[in-house]
C-alpha cells in the first residue's frame, strides 16, 4: 500500500460516492494516470469496485482497512 493508495480510499470513503479517477486526482492531487494506475491495483486488492467504465467506489474490504480491521500485510495488491 502507497500513501496515495490510502488518500484515494479515504477520499472515497469520506465522500460517501462513487468517484472517477478524474474527480479522485483533483481532490488528491495526483495525476489521474497515476491515480487510474492505483485504483486498478485497489480494484484487484478487491479494496475498490469499478461501478462501470471509469466509475469507483470503496468496498466493505477497503472500509475495513482503513479502520484498521484489515492489516496491510494481509493484503497482496500487485504493482507494488
Known amino acids: 500500500m502507497t500513501q496515495a493508495d490510502d488518500r484515494l480510499l479515504e477520499t472515497l470513503d469520506d465522500s460517501g460516492l462513487i468517484l472517477s479517477?478524474?474527480?479522485l486526482a483533483i481532490n488528491t492531487d495526483y495525476s489521474r494516470h497515476y491515480v487510474s494506475?492505483?485504483?486498478a491495483v485497489l480494484v484487484e486488492?478487491?479494496?475498490v469496485a469499478k461501478e462501470m467504465e471509469g466509475i469507483y467506489?470503496?468496498?466493505e474490504k477497503g472500509k475495513q482497512y482503513l479502520t484498521g480491521?484489515?492489516?496491510a500485510d494481509d493484503l497482496?495488491?500487485?504493482g507494488e
Open 76 to 78: 497482496q495488491l500487485e
Open 21 to 23: 479517477p478524474r474527480v
Open 57 to 59: 467506489r470503496i468496498t
Open 37 to 39: 494506475e492505483r485504483l
Open 69 to 71: 480491521d484489515l492489516d
Open 45 to 47: 486488492g478487491g479494496l
